[in-house]
């Protein structure tokens, strides 16, 4: 049994910057891909970032490279998407989701999801 909790969420003025965290917990939790997809109001689950199992492989979605940081922290058995520069339309209920080994970019591709976290960006 993999389960993952999601924290960091909350609300930021447009501009700022917000951290999320998600811990994963299980067996062999270490062989892993993990992404963070998000969720707007009307739209479809879509791919933010993924890091594949050694922390060596990462991606993005077109709208959020250059300003989001996906990593992982094997020790903490914890990943993080390091959020700056955030717009408006970044508004979204945030979900990390694991799957074996490598990096995929379908919600439909993953196995394990947390609950998500609501981040609100304010224009």
């Known amino acids: 049994q993999v389960q993952l909790v999601e924290s960091g969420g909350g609300f930021v003025q447009a501009g700022g910057s917000l951290r999320l965290s998600c811990v994963i917990s299980g067996r062999n939790v270490h062989y892993y891909a993990e992404s963070w997809f998000r969720q707007a109001p009307g739209k479809e689950r879509e791919f933010v970032a993924g890091?594949?199992?050694?922390?060596?492989?990462?991606d993005y979605g077109d709208s959020v490279r250059g300003r989001f940081t996906i990593s992982r922290d094997n020790a903490k058995n914890t990943i993080y998407l390091q959020m700056n520069n955030l717009k408006f339309e970044d508004t979204a209920i945030y979900y990390c989701?694991?799957?074996?080994?490598?990096?995929?970019?379908?919600?439909?591709?993953?196995?394990?999801w947390g609950q998500g976290t609501q981040v609100t960006v304010s224009s």
């Open positions: 890091i594949d199992e050694g922390g060596s492989s990462t």
């Open positions: 989701a694991a799957r074996a080994s490598v990096i995929r970019y379908t919600a439909r591709e993953y196995d394990y």
